[in-house]
């Protein structure tokens, strides 16, 4: 017998977000409820180290993003929608 073990997770088992920053490794996490825009900058960092230009397009991607985010979380049960998590054997590129 072989067994396979698949990880995934729903819209709606997202609690919440979080930024780190990939230079100092600071945290930031946010209620999905409470999502409403990316952090934008690492404020640990001198100087601070912007992630994401306020006003550019990238910043209003990830708007639209947190937006979805929170709509779909409120999905009804006509449809379930998993994203399928990597484990830490698997890289995508060895997707079955
Ligand atoms: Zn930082």
Redesign the pocket.
């Known amino acids: 017998m072989t067994r396979k073990t698949v990880t995934c997770i729903q819209i709606k088992d997202i609690a919440a977000v979080e930024f780190e920053?990939g230079?100092?490794h600071?945290k930031v996490s946010y209620p999905l409820d409470k999502f409403i825009h990316p952090l934008t900058a690492?404020n640990?960092?001198q100087p601070p180290?912007q992630f994401i230009v306020y006003g550019s397009n990238e910043f209003a991607e990830w708007n639209k993003f947190a937006e979805l985010l929170k709509r779909f979380s409120k999905n009804g049960d006509n449809f379930i929608f998993r994203f399928e998590l990597l484990d830490e054997h698997r890289k995508a590129d060895d997707r079955v």
């Open positions: 920053c230079t100092c600071t690492c640990v960092c180290k």
